[in-house]
C-alpha cells in the first residue's frame, strides 16, 4: 500500500529564515514521484516541486528546495527565505504509476505561519 | 492562460439532495481528477477521467460519480447527500501521461 507521512501538524519560521517541511513516504514501488504543493486559505492547491525517484539530483525551484533521502523514504521540503505570503498548509503527495495510474496519494499536511 | 476552473465556489445542500459540479481542465489538458478535502484532512482521491473514460476510483461509494465530456470538461455528481459529505472538492488537470496535476480553487460543499 501507498503511504504518506507528515508528522508536523503545525510550524513557525521567522520572516527571511528558512524552514524545512517533513514528508515520508512508503511504496514498494521502485518508480514513483514526489510533489509538494501549498495551500493558501484561499482553497486552491499550488504546484511547487517535483522529484521522481530515478532523479540523481535534489530538486529545486527558486526558494524551495527538495531534500530528497531515498533510503529513508524522505522528502523534506526547504523553504529559503521565509515570506510572509508563505503561510499556508503544505502539503506532500506521491504518485506511483504502476500501482495507481495517475491517483495522487497526499499527506494531511502542515501549517506553516512565517512570524514578521 | 486560464488555469482550472470550477463551478459553483459555494453550495448549500441538505441531507438527500442530488448536487453537480463542474471543472473546465486547462487547455490542451485531458485527464481531470476529483479530490474531497474534509475540514482538516488530506485530500483524498475521488475520480480520474482521461479521454472521456473512467481510469480510476477511490474508496467512495457508488453515489459519487462523474463523466468527461468530449471538451474535457468534467461533471461530479453525489446523489443522496450525508452530512460527512461536506468538504472542499477540488478539481486538477494533467497532460496525459505527464506527472504534475494542476488545481482549481476547489467547490465548497456544505450538507445541512
Known amino acids: 500500500a501507498q503511504k504518506i507521512t507528515q508528522t508536523q501538524p503545525g510550524m513557525f519560521v521567522q520572516e527571511k529564515e528558512a524552514v524545512t517541511l517533513d514528508c515520508t513516504y512508503d511504496t514498494s514501488d521502485p518508480s514513483y514521484g514526489l510533489f509538494w504543493y501549498k495551500q493558501p486559505s484561499s482553497g486552491e492547491m499550488i504546484f511547487l516541486i517535483y522529484q521522481g525517484s530515478y532523479d540523481q539530483q535534489n530538486a529545486t525551484e527558486g526558494r524551495y528546495s527538495l531534500n530528497f533521502q531515498k533510503a529513508r523514504k524522505s522528502a523534506n521540503l526547504v523553504i529559503s527565505a521565509s515570506q510572509l505570503g508563505d503561510s499556508a498548509m503544505y502539503f506532500c503527495?506521491?504518485?506511483?504509476?504502476?500501482?495507481?495510474?495517475?491517483?495522487?496519494?497526499f499527506g494531511t499536511g502542515t501549517s506553516l505561519t512565517v512570524i514578521p | 492562460e486560464a488555469g482550472v476552473t470550477q463551478s459553483p465556489t459555494h453550495l448549500i445542500k441538505t441531507r438527500g439532495q442530488q448536487v453537480t459540479l463542474r471543472c473546465s481542465p486547462i487547455s490542451g489538458h485531458t485527464s481531470v481528477y476529483w479530490y474531497q478535502q474534509a475540514l482538516g484532512l488530506g485530500l483524498q482521491f475521488l475520480l480520474w477521467?482521461?479521454?472521456?473514460?473512467?481510469?480510476n476510483r477511490g474508496n467512495f461509494p457508488p453515489r459519487f460519480s462523474g463523466r468527461q465530456f468530449p471538451n474535457y470538461s468534467s461533471e461530479l455528481n453525489v446523489n443522496a447527500l450525508e452530512l460527512e459529505d461536506s468538504a472542499l472538492y477540488l478539481c486538477?488537470?494533467?497532460?496525459?501521461?505527464?506527472?504534475?496535476?494542476?488545481f482549481g480553487a476547489g467547490t465548497r460543499l456544505s450538507v445541512l
Open positions: 477521467y482521461d479521454e472521456g473514460e473512467e481510469r
Open positions: 486538477a488537470s494533467s497532460l496525459t501521461g505527464k506527472n504534475i496535476q494542476y
Open positions: 503527495a506521491m504518485r506511483v504509476p504502476r500501482q495507481s495510474g495517475n491517483q495522487f496519494y
